[in-house]
């Protein structure tokens, strides 16, 4: 099933500066069908943020969080409604879309 990702309504950033100079190609590794283990990888393949799942049945959505892999804080969370197939919510920290 092919899935068509668009920009979010509104613009969000994780820092208010530019933090590389050149573009860079992020990847995204899953390696389970239920999003379970998933990192975001640079290039070379360096591990930079880990999405990590809440243990099942502690919520009625699928609630992925971001973690920076160096520091280890929580960026935010993905969250799936189950309300339709595509919808991803972000929320920030405070639990806030």
């Given at each position: ?92 920290t405070a639990a806030k879309e």
């Amino acid at each position: 099933m092919a899935s068509t990702l668009q920009p979010p309504p509104a613009s969000f950033s994780l820092n208010s500066e530019h933090i590389a100079k050149t573009h860079r190609t992020l990847g995204l590794r899953c390696r389970d069908r239920y999003f379970r283990d998933a990192m975001v990888c640079d290039e070379t393949g360096t591990k930079l943020y880990a999405f990590t799942a809440k243990d099942l049945g502690s919520s009625w959505s699928l609630r992925r969080s971001l973690v920076d892999a160096n520091s280890g804080a929580h960026l935010l969370d993905l969250r799936h409604t189950n309300w339709s197939v595509n919808k991803w919510i972000i929320e920030n920290t405070a639990a806030k879309e």
